[in-house]
Structure formats: C-alpha cells, structure tokens
Nanobody, 126 residues
Framework: QVQLVESGGGLVQAGGSLRLSCTAS????????MGWFRQAPGKEREFAAV????????YYRDSVKGRFIISRDNAKNTVFLQMNSLKPEDTAVYYC???????????????????WGQGTQVTVSS
C-alpha cells in the first residue's frame, strides 16, 4: 500500500509559478512511475504529466508542455511538478498518482494508476 500526500497548491496570478510536491509512504517509491492529473471545476479529471520510475523519461499533455516540469527525488520519496507561466485555465485540483512498474502502458488513463493522493487546489487569477 502506498499513501500519497500532495502539497504546494495555492492562489497565484497569471504568469506566476507554483511548485507542487507529492510525498509517498513506503519503501517501494522508486519502483513506481508517477503521474500528475488535474480536475477543473465542472470537468473530468485529465492527465497532465508523467515520469518514469528512474526519472529518465517524462511526458506532458500538449497544453502544459514547455511550462510544466515533472521531476522526482527517489531518495526522498517525492515527485514534483514545477508549474511556470501559469494561466487561468490551469486552475484545478491537482492529483499525484502512482503506477506500478517503470512506465504506464497507457499513461493518459486513470486506470493505469494504482494509488492516488487527495489533491491540492491550484487557482490562477487573471
């Protein structure tokens, strides 16, 4: 069992930056690929970014590519999402998720991820 706890959300003006963190319990963090999803008000949850178990591979949805950076520190059981040049449309609850194995077969699908955090709110004002 893996427990995930996100932090770092908040209110920021458009163009600003935030850094989300997600810390995992347990000793197997380095064996999981880690993803970030987000859910805007009135919308379905969507994929944002994913990083492989060893941090060597990453993938982003087009709308955040070039602005968001996902990274991880396996020694600290933590995955990060650095969000730059934030836009009002980035407003959402952000969730981290863990997928068993080096890389999820379908990284965009929620069903590929085995454990989820409780979410952290990000609000971008215009």
């Amino acid at each position: 069992q893996v427990q995930l706890v996100e932090s770092g959300g908040g209110l920021v003006q458009a163009g600003g930056s935030l850094r989300l963190s997600c810390t995992a319990s347990g000793r197997t963090f380095s064996t999981y690929a880690m993803g970030w999803f987000r859910q805007a008000p009135g919308k379905e949850r969507e994929f944002a970014a994913v990083i492989s178990f060893n941090g060597r591979s990453t993938y982003y949805r087009d709308s955040v590519k070039g602005r968001f950076i996902i990274s991880r520190d396996n020694a600290k059981n933590t995955v990060f999402l650095q969000m730059n040049s934030l836009k009002p449309e980035d407003t959402a609850v952000y969730y981290c998720a863990a997928a068993k194995g080096p890389w999820p077969r379908n990284m965009l699908s929620e069903s590929e991820y085995d454990y989820w955090g409780q979410g952290t709110q990000v609000t971008v004002s215009s």
